[in-house]
């Protein structure tokens, strides 16, 4: 094969989502696989239709993946420039070559005179498409309007009868017919490209040899094919990965989550997660295996693995990744990246103490290997901060509100109070002989004394909570609980 050169061509006028980063990933994957350069071209031609920040996000989302692009804003290249507001000069000069070889033509219609065309062709049930009055103007009736300064956009002269063919790397042979396709504008009256034409301009300039580009793109691709053929250029792979839907099946919008693909970033999932998890929508490789590094990915990657049946996003699997990678990654590093979680919840301040700090890298440790997000850490460590407890109502019903456990509480509280060094097996030995003097042992013990010391009915294993919580917190704790529990019996 030829050195991959291959494009993620963004829009900047929205937000990224999953459907363009599983463009930009194949792109990425693609490269890394056979070498070659990853461009990241900007198709900024729709003036009006800009965001501003869409474009700074898109690329924030590339790096926080660590999809780097070889080629593309920031890092320049030899086909400079990567934005296509700034390539204006090119489009018009291939728009006048295809004037020339008479492959498109000037047209002066009003956007009134458009409208009303419509207007008549839906009244009579006939298709509806440019009437190709401009093409019948004479070389004089079109000089004498460019003359005066009327508007114009330059069309593309498609063919009356005939098909246009083309291989999709997914799909196979393609076919369309000439005559339902509409004489589409590729300069418009602003001067700006349409996005047809600046992007088969610039595949080729850029001497892009794949394009891959989501499903919806199939249609239009035989007027990319014309383009090409009109300018005496040969198309690059068309490789088309199918529709992402949400579980429901219907086509994957807001409704199925995340619309802001760093929303994924925000909500606490890791990269590496992401990566897995997209690569998957659309590329199968062809086996069962589910978990993949990203070398792995790099290393399988093929187009030929890129599925022609829609991909199906399904939130639950990504969790259940992201958790796998959870568990598979340094704890320093989860922990780093649980810390800014827990102080925009407002459990632990901004500045900590050395001791503070421990403390917070030893809770989070404790409840590393229960997360499927980063986001989750506050739930499961919100106990670890607060002496108040909010009392789980089911866990009160069933273990605080037994006869027997303000004595044992108080017993507990007794033993514990001589445990010198806090660690898990002096706790567990202590609480267990508070349990045994009262002949109530196993569940009927750590039950109750988990509900006390930390509000839930379910947690890290409760002899490691204690000792990280240590002796004060838990004493305090068991002593509020035992004020409580002494209601909720006298109740
Ligand atoms: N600018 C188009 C988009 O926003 C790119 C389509 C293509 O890759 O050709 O999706």
Redesign the pocket.
Known sequence: MNQVRVRY???PTGFAHIG?IR?AMYDWLLRKHFGGSFILRI?DTDQARLVPGALEEIMESLRWLGMQWDEGPEVGGPHEPYFQSQRLDLYKEAASKLIKNGSAYYCFCTPDRLAEMRKNQEAEKKPTGYDRKCYLLSKEEINQNIENGVPYVIRFKVPDSGTTVFTDAVRGEITFENKLLDDFVILKSDGYPT?HFA?VIDDHYMEITH?I??EE?ISSTPKHMLLYESMGWNPPVWVHPPLILGTDKSKLSKRHGAVRFLDYRDKGFLPEAMINFVALLGWSPGDDQELFTIDELINRFDISGIVNHPAVFDVSKLEWMNGVCIRNSEPDRIIDLCIPFLKDAGLISDALNDNENQYVRTVIALVKEKLKTLAQVVDHTEFFFKNELKYDEKGVKKWLSKDYVPALISNVIKHLNDVIGFTAENVEEAVRIAGDELNISGGQVIHPIRMAVTGRTVGPGLFETMAVLGKERVIVRLKNTMNETADIIAD
């Open positions: 061509a963004p829009s363009n463009t198709e996005y992007s394009v580009r989501g793109w």
